[in-house]
Nanobody, 118 residues
């Protein structure tokens, strides 16, 4: 059993900053890719950013230059620093971790709300 527990989020005015963190716990062999996704009301869940075990990162075009993803492998934790927030960043943010060696499986956090007011 693996659990992903997110923290951070909340409400902020446009132009502000917020940070999210997500810690994985449980029966973990190896964490491959970790990432953040978001889902706005009435829309599909979409990728925000991912980071590989070696630190290679990938960002959605809409957040490049504003968001930064990082991870602490010793703590099984992934972070998302969000700067210059816009109203269109408002969504529920979900943490994701791909875990396993021969058999890989995706795990999800419960989601945390980020609201940006203009």
């Amino acid at each position: 059993q693996v659990q992903l527990v997110e923290s951070g989020g909340g409400s902020v005015q446009a132009g502000g900053s917020l940070g999210l963190s997500c810690a994985a716990s449980g029966r973990i062999s190896i964490i491959n890719v970790m990432g953040w996704y978001r889902q706005a009301p009435g829309k599909q869940r979409v990728l925000v950013a991912t980071i590989g075990s070696g630190g290679n990162t990938n960002y959605a075009d809409s957040v490049k230059g504003r968001f930064s993803i990082s991870r602490d492998n010793a703590k099984n934790t992934v972070y998302l620093q969000m700067n210059s927030l816009k109203s269109e960043d408002t969504a529920v943010y979900y943490c994701n971790a791909n875990i396993g060696i021969l058999e890989r499986r995706d795990y999800w956090g419960q989601g945390t709300q980020v609201t940006v007011s203009s």
